[in-house]
Structure formats: C-alpha cells, structure tokens
C-alpha cells in the first residue's frame, strides 16, 4: 500500500507540472480557454475553509484502490481480465446490446452467463444496463439451456470476475470503490472516444467544469475496461 501511495502522488506531482507547463505554453492553441477556466469568478485565488482531512484520506484510498484492484486482476492465478458487455436487446450473439435499465431478465442470458453472475455483475446507468464480465476457463459452470454449438451441459462462456461484483465491490470496502465506478468511468470514456475502445484521460484530468479530475474515480478514463456491444 505504502509503495502504491508513492506511486499514485509521483504520478499525482508529475501531472501538476506538466499541467502547469502546458497551460502557459505558447504552443497550447487553447490557452485563453483554459486560463479562464481556472481565473473566472476569482476561481484561482479562492481559500477553502472547510478542508476535511477524513475525506482527502478516503478519496486517495479510492483512487488508490481502483488502480490496485485492476493490477490485482491481472497477475492473479488465471489473470482474470474483465469486460464491460453493453445490453439492451437481450445478450444475444447477433444482435447488438444496449438495453434500458430493467428489472427484467432477458430469457436467452442464460445461454451466455452462469445464473449467479447475471445480477451480481449487472449495472444500471444512465439508462443502460452493463455486466462486468470475464471469460470462463471451469469446465465445471454449466449453461441450462440448449444452443447451436454449445448445447445442454456445455460451460457458460462468461462468468463473474471473482471480487468485480456488486455484492463485493459494494461501496462498504476496498477504498470504498463501487463496480458501478469502474463502469461509469470506463463508458464515459468509451463514449468520449467516438464509441472505441483506448480513451485516455487527458492533461487536464478529464475537466468538463474546469476542475482538475472532477470526477473522481468516475472520471472518463480512469478505468480502463474494454466495452462490447454484443457478445
């Protein structure tokens, strides 16, 4: 943890500076734009008085844990890789997905999804409904139903990433990270970057207010999950 904490505020310094330096650079077209961003309504010079040194703590833990539980993934036996499968017509293989949010169950998930991963790894939002997925290497989780070439008995070929569900990654621990903020992040990226893949946060800290990573750990970018239409 203490190496992680060094790493994120390195990191942290190091955007700073180079923030400093590319706003006053006369290389940077938008210049005026981002000056007044941060010296409108005496926004630069402005003291606050209410600093509460609880919540800087709990925000860096979340940051710092949303970058460790990723890295945790990857080198963990089997190096569980997880994506984001966008549903909203039902999750099936031809069709693209993107559903709006429901209670409902589409019939045919479970030709794809073990039952127990289809509401834990299930997020509403913004009108959509997203599962956090990886894909299955245990011959021992089984479909229920019957499809072309895979067939009763077969295993489901996506399953829950161990640890990435809402019931674990409830807001209640792990730096208080939520699956819903892995989600929220790495969609509005995908958005952001024309519906592909790859976005990254920018120099600025992904500010659409002016405020440098205003978003927090929600912030487009900060997580990185590949997103899928369909399955």
Not at 30 to 38: G, S
Not at 124 to 132: E, P
Request: glycine share 10%; hydrophobic share 35%.
């Amino acid at each position: 943890m203490s190496s992680a904490f060094g790493s994120f505020f390195t990191a942290w310094e190091a955007t700073e500076t180079n923030y400093q330096k590319e706003i006053f650079s006369e290389d940077n077209d938008t210049v005026i734009v981002d000056l007044w961003d941060v010296l409108q309504d005496g926004m630069i010079s402005t003291m606050p008085i209410d600093i509460d040194l609880s919540s800087i703590t709990s925000e860096a833990q979340k940051i710092v844990y949303g970058q460790m539980i990723p890295l945790a993934w990857s080198v963990a036996p089997g190096k569980f890789v997880p994506y984001i499968f966008h549903d909203t017509a039902g999750l099936t293989i031809h069709r693209k997905t993107g559903d709006s949010c429901s209670s409902n169950t589409p019939g045919d998930i479970s030709f794809w999804i073990t039952s127990d991963a289809v509401s834990k790894s299930k997020v509403c939002w913004n009108g959509n409904t997203l599962y956090v997925l990886g894909v299955s290497s245990s011959p021992d989780l089984l479909i229920s139903q019957n499809q072309p070439d895979l067939g009763p008995g077969s295993p489901a070929p996506f399953v829950a990433i161990p640890g990435g569900t809402t019931d674990v990654l409830d807001g209640n621990s792990f730096g208080s990270v939520m699956l819903d903020d892995m989600v929220i992040s790495a969609y509005s990226g995908y958005l952001q970057n024309g519906n592909r893949n790859g976005y990254q946060v920018p120099s600025n800290g992904g500010s659409t207010d002016g405020l440098f990573f205003s978003g927090g750990i929600q912030t487009a970018g900060f997580f990185t999950l590949q997103l899928h239409q369909h399955l």
